[in-house]
């Protein structure tokens, strides 16, 4: 079986001993309540909801599924209850301003939250996700009546915020999309088209929900420029504010799929249904980009959280399954045989597990306390600077995060041999589950292109510039710690090599415009597992400053760093070489002879 204890401990090591979050938040304008104390109990208070209710209903649910009959869709048993309890707890607005009923706390802490609430029940985890991102996209764009009437019920889960984007001939690429928004002559829009594949587009769990629907005005440029964003509800409002009746927007289906089954996802007919502009006209891809943005950590969060539940499951079966015997001698000559985990490959998959995840929660809770710096720090520079390092990170933390989800999810797996392959121990689903965080919210693909052909170009790389600089402040207050060599070293060397391969890219794309997207993957994954050796070495220097209460958890980090350094990070020298071999081993292969 599956098993999740929520990693308490660990969270705290990373907001306090690496990140010093509290010093950082407190003294930001808005944010003086958010303590350590207060910070550690929200995380205990979403643990116990986590392992309570949430963890126990993440089987039932994929078995039983959503069902849609006669227009409606029910969510499997348990999911409703759970989603009252969660709603009634005020997780829905954590971070949504107090004026509309939020509970205006910092993203950072935010982070955490979704990836307990992820590493209990993915399925059930996308519902809050994308309201908190309606939330986001309202708070900055919606008008001051929109704001007020939307914004309460949203905070408090009474309503579900969904966003509309994807149509069947239109995923990756927007500028296709045919919705279409006639004006009504009264303020109002009347929104015609079809969109598929609509997280919690309906369901039986909120009493309305606020469509986010990217749609034509007729005066619309073609492509990405011509989009503009509506709010499309599903009940009118009456004049009084009180649900009105339905509006012209309905499921036409749902989809059968590979995973996440009780995270409901519809095809959503919009047959001159009403609404109203969100933002400027024809400006609407920028606008939901400021909940794309958010949702795409959310889903790098979902990676991660899926890898922590699979590790903790494999890790305990391998203590307890008992096959064969240790190398060198037999480790329980009492028993039959020894239990697995002392089979180098065994530890092997742990070990790369751990790894990857501990270093991405910091890399994520690091990231996420630039987003509140972003938005609260009183300096313009700072704001900028903290900005800069969000935009640059988005889509590493939710590339490598699901990337690794999907990997360490499929490894840990393989920990359960043959049982994992079988429904009732629950690993085949965290397999099934964590595999659409590749591909929603713009594919991985999209993200390294993103990462190179946005990211890295802004003002002749002042982003990535920005973040060397962060590296460089580090290594500068290692400088000449000996216990912390065997760390900075390959962190330099990696530094160097990410710069180096940064150049090339640059220079690359000059004389072959198919270069840089032939890279853009491994280009990515080459910047994560930097990036996470920086996450490393800031976790061994916190690690080492533990006293010796903390001894055997200080020396399990040192361990584990040692492990990523010497058996990870050299996976950037191979990927250095993929990266500049260029884009001909690919690209010359005849269209016709695939
Ligand atoms: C379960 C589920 C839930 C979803 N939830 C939502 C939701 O709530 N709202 C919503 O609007 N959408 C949602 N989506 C849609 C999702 O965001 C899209 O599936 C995704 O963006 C990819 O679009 P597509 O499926 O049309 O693939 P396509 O765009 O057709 O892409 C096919 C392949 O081509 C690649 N590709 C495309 N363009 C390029 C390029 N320029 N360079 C290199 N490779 C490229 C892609 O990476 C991909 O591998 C959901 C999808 C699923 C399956």
Not at 311 to 317: I, K, N, R, T, V
Request: aromatic residues 8%; charged residues 20%; negative net charge.
């Amino acid at each position: 079986m599956t098993v999740y204890t929520a990693p308490l401990r660990e969270m705290r090591f990373v907001l306090h001993d690496v990140l010093g979050a509290a010093d950082t938040l407190t003294a930001l304008p808005g944010f003086a309540d958010s303590t350590a104390d207060l910070m550690d109990a929200i995380l205990a208070e979403c643990a116990k909801l986590c392992e309570g209710v949430l963890f126990p209903l993440n089987q039932t649910a994929d078995q039983e599924g959503c069902t849609f009959k006669d227009g409606k869709v029910t969510t499997p048993k348990g999911l409703k209850e759970a989603y009252a309890q969660y709603a009634e707890g005020g997780w829905c607005g954590l971070t949504a301003d107090p004026e509309f009923g939020g509970q205006g706390l910092p993203e950072t802490i935010d982070y955490l939250v979704s990836e307990m609430i992820g590493s209990a029940n993915l399925s059930f985890g996308l519902y809050p996700g994308l309201t908190q991102g309606t939330i986001l996209a309202l708070t900055h764009l919606g008008t001051p009546e929109q704001k007020s009437y939307y914004l309460p019920k949203l905070a408090g889960g009474l309503w579900q915020g969904t966003m509309c984007l994807t149509e069947a001939h239109a995923g990756t690429d927007l500028g296709l999309l045919r919705t279409k928004a006639v004006p009504n002559g009264d303020g109002t829009y009347s929104i015609t088209g079809s969109k598929i594949f609509i997280s919690g587009g309906e369901h039986d769990m909120t009493e309305n929900h606020a469509h986010l629907v990217l749609a034509r005005l007729p005066d619309a440029p073609e492509g990405s420029r011509g989009i503009s964003m509506f709010l499309v509800p599903k009940f009118l409002p009456n004049a009084d504010g009180s649900l009105g009746k339905r509006n012209a927007v309905a499921p036409g289906s749902i989809e059968h799929k590979m995973g996440m089954k009780a995270s409901v996802t519809c095809v959503m007919n919009f047959d001159g249904a009403t609404g109203w502009l969100v933002g400027q006209p024809h400006k609407g891809l920028a606008g939901m980009f400021v909940m794309m943005n958010k949702e795409r950590l959310f889903v790098g969060s979902q990676g991660f959280s899926t890898a922590e539940t699979a590790y903790q499951s494999a890790a305990a079966y391998a203590k307890d399954r008992l096959q064969s015997r240790a190398a060198d001698k037999p480790a329980y000559p009492d028993k039959p045989a020894d239990p697995i985990i002392v089979h180098p490959d065994i530890r092997n998959r742990l070990m790369f597990s751990r790894a990857i995840i501990e270093a991405g929660r910091t890399l994520a809770v690091w990231t996420h306390l630039q987003v509140d710096i972003s938005h609260k720090h009183p300096s313009p520079a700072a704001r900028q600077h903290a900005d800069d390092m969000v935009g640059l990170m988005t889509p590493i933390v939710k590339a490598s995060g699901t990337d690794y989800g999907s990997e360490i999810a499929n490894t840990c797996l393989q920990v359960f041999g043959g049982h994992g392959y079988i429904r009732e121990h629950g690993m085949e689903q965290l397999v099934r589950d964590v595999r659409i965080t590749q591909i929603y919210e713009g594919t991985n693909t999209i993200q390294a292109l993103d990462l190179v052909g946005r990211k890295l170009g802004i003002d002749e790389g002042r982003l990535f510039k920005g973040w060397v600089y962060e590296v460089d402040k580090t290594l500068a207050r290692l400088n000449g710690r000996n216990d912390m060599a065997e760390f900075t070293g390959p962190l330099k060397e990696g530094v160097e090599r990410l710069k180096s391969v940064t150049l090339w890219m640059t220079e690359a794309g000059k004389a072959d415009p198919n270069a840089r997207p032939a890279a853009a993957v491994d280009y990515l994954k080459l910047f994560g597992l930097t990036a996470f050796a920086w996450a490393w070495v800031l976790m061994i220097e916190a690690a080492l400053l533990k006293t010796n209460d903390d001894a055997d958890f200080a020396a399990a980090k040192v361990l584990v760093g040692r492990y990523f350094m010497q058996r990870v990070l050299p996976q950037t020298i191979s990927l250095d070489a993929v990266i500049r071999s260029g884009s001909q081993s690919m690209m010359a292969l005849k269209e016709g002879a695939f």
